[in-house]
């Protein structure tokens, strides 16, 4: 059960069924257009369209709002629906299209065109523009505008026939060129687009526009409350004003704005990102720098991090930048909590245990995750030959290097405590092997273990490491806030260190066995990993989901 306050819309919604506004009923919708992957800001629209129906026991439908067809395509359609279950909601068989709603869309057109409410204007979409005034100046009306019901059913329907070209007429509202609501000054209604419609096909050669379709279709379907973002109050009156040649009394839907998610270093326009994918500039639209659901799932974030995000930053009316750190707090937190503890070593060099026997391997047990008691163990093998980090050793070290360093001691973890005797340089000086003895006394879970050294390191056993690729991500731009840069082409912004692929990495077996897709890992003292889609037994392939710590933060 929920013990978080109302947020302003829950208690809109709170007071209209109190009111027994509607019969009582809730029914809100998520409205996707199928012209894209969702991003995490509709994960914000999805959390408050499905969550508000949940806890006050309404039904939330799905629709795909698919009034263009330039632009859309079912591939979007199956993103959609998956990326949705992922983040745990489910629209049961409430599943809508807007195209759905054609007949009924045309059959209302034509009525407000028998009762002089609608027109036919062969003018360009330029010249309509211009005609439309400033707010403070009335705009001019159209020489088409007093066309005859009977002339404009006429031009309407031959307009749906396909006999004109696209752009050379619109239909559109009769209201009022000197409104003060710009949205009023006799809006579009429809356009010509032959392009052939993903679910229609060539029915159709007349499209809705936004505003004449999204309210009818909320009424359509029952919708109660339509929720949206705030871009869309000043389209709210007319809203309305569709909504009311359909409605009465007894039922009518009503829209309520909240602020958008914009997070910071990326952007979150699905043109901009159709861009990125279309020019090769990212690995598609999953690939893991994507501010999309699908690149954080192949990422490694969870849903349910993701979903504290988001009521973590809540709803309000107004528009914000959010910090993605709040979000990779959020991925920290829950990794932590389910993670599988296991070693690897990005940046390997070889230690070598001189007083351990060369045939000897010892299986050392290594908790799964030491926040969950239940999650077990599994076993590491340790041999003579080891790999630590090249970073993790420093023949010349400062003061408060707590790490390996000749005479030094440190913890192998999980191991032995173990003591620098020398090293093996290259001729340019690169170190090739490190030399240590290990104290048999001090085996992790023995008395000898509570000897106090100050570093602990992480190791895999040269012998039975397996060898893998890791990818680094970084902030795909390096901006703060790519959109504000308007005289900037935003992919000029993009950080070109936004992915580092490592490969030689040497992970234990135990990770390698257990490198199935959706598994979560902590590279102990690395980061949290998770195996890419391209990853298989022969070639493992892991994504950083994000380091232990935040570098960006000092
Ligand atoms: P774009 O303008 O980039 O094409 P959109 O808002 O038109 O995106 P839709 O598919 O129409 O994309 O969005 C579906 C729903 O998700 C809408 O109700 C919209 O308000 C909401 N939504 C989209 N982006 C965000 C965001 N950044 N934050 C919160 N809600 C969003
Ligand atoms: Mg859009
Ligand atoms: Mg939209």
Redesign the pocket.
């Known amino acids: 059960a929920e013990t978080r306050g109302l947020n302003f819309v829950e208690q809109i919604v709170a007071d209209d069924l109190r009111e027994g506004k509607n019969g009582g009923r809730l029914n809100t919708r ?7 992957y ?9 959390c ?2 499905f969550g508000v129906a949940e806890r006050f026991g309404g039904t939330c439908n799905l629709r795909f ?1 698919d009034t263009n067809p330039v632009k859309e395509d079912v591939e979007y359609v199956d993103a ?1 629906r998956e990326d949705i279950h992922w983040l745990g909601f489910d629209w049961g068989d409430r599943e809508y299209y807007a195209s759905d709603y054609f007949p009924q869309l045309f059959d209302l057109a034509c009525r407000m065109i028998k009762e002089g409410k609608a027109y036919v204007d062969d003018q360009t979409s330029e010249e309509i523009a211009r005609q439309k005034g400033t707010p403070t100046e009335p705009g001019q009306e159209s020489p088409y505008r007093s066309r005859t019901p009977e002339e404009n059913l006429d031009l309407f329907m031959r307009m749906n026939a396909g006999e004109f070209d696209e752009g050379a007429r619109v239909l559109r509202a009769k209201i009022d060129m000197a409104s003060p609501n710009m949205h009023f000054r006799d809006p579009i209604m429809y356009r010509i687009i032959k392009t052939p419609h993903h679910r229609t096909g060539d029915k159709w050669k007349v499209y809705p526009m936004y505003d004449f379709a999204h309210g009818q279709s909320d009424y359509f379907e029952g919708v109660t409350h339509s ?3 705030l ?2 109050v000043v389209h709210r009156p007319l809203y309305e004003y569709f909504v009311k040649e359909l409605a009465d009394e007894s039922y009518c839907p009503r829209q309520i704005e ?5 997070l910071t270093y990326t952007v ?6 159709l861009q990125l994918v279309q020019e090769g500039l990212v690995d598609g639209w999953d690939d893991p720098r994507m501010p999309t659901i699908s690149g954080m799932r192949r990422r490694g974030y969870t849903p349910r991090s993701i979903r504290n995000f988001i009521d973590k930053i809540g709803y309000t009316k107004y528009e914000a930048l959010n910090s993605v750190s709040l979000l990779e707090h959020a991925v920290r937190d829950d990794l932590n909590a389910i993670a599988t503890r296991g070693m690897a070593v990005i940046n390997p060099v070889k230690l070598i245990v001189t007083n351990y026997p060369d045939d000897q391997v010892e299986m050392l047990s290594m908790d799964n995750n030491p926040e969950q008691p239940d999650a077990g163990t599994h076993t590491m093998p340790f041999s003579r030959e080891l790999y630590i980090e090249r970073d993790d050793f420093m023949e010349n070290p400062p003061k408060k290097f707590f790490r390996l360093a000749p005479d030094q001691e440190v913890r192998l973890k999980g191991g032995y405590i173990v003591k620098c005797t020398g090293v093996k340089k290259a001729d340019d000086g690169t170190i090739e092997e490190i030399y240590c003895t290990y104290d048999p006394d001090t085996r992790s879970g023995l008395p000898g273990s509570m000897r106090k050294v100050k570093g602990t390191l992480h190791w895999v056993s040269a012998r039975h490491a397996v060898d893998a690729t890791v990818k680094l991500y970084d902030r795909l731009f390096s901006v703060e806030n790519p959109a504000a840069e308007t005289d900037r082409d935003f992919r000029e912004l993009l950080n070109p260190d936004s992915l580092v692929t490592v490969e030689g990495v040497k992970v234990e077996p135990f990770l390698a066995e257990n490198a199935r897709q959706g598994e979560h890992f902590q590279f102990q003292r690395i980061g949290y990993f998770t195996p890419d889609c391209s990853s298989t037994p022969d070639n493992l392939v892991f994504n950083r989901t994000i380091a232990l710590k935040d570098s960006w933060e000092k």
């Open positions: 998520f409205p996707p257009e199928p012209n894209g969702l991003h995490i800001g509709h994960a914000k629209a999805i408050m369209d709002d959609i929720i949206c973002t871009e869309f909240f602020n958008r998610l914009n979150m326009s699905k043109r901009k990102l």
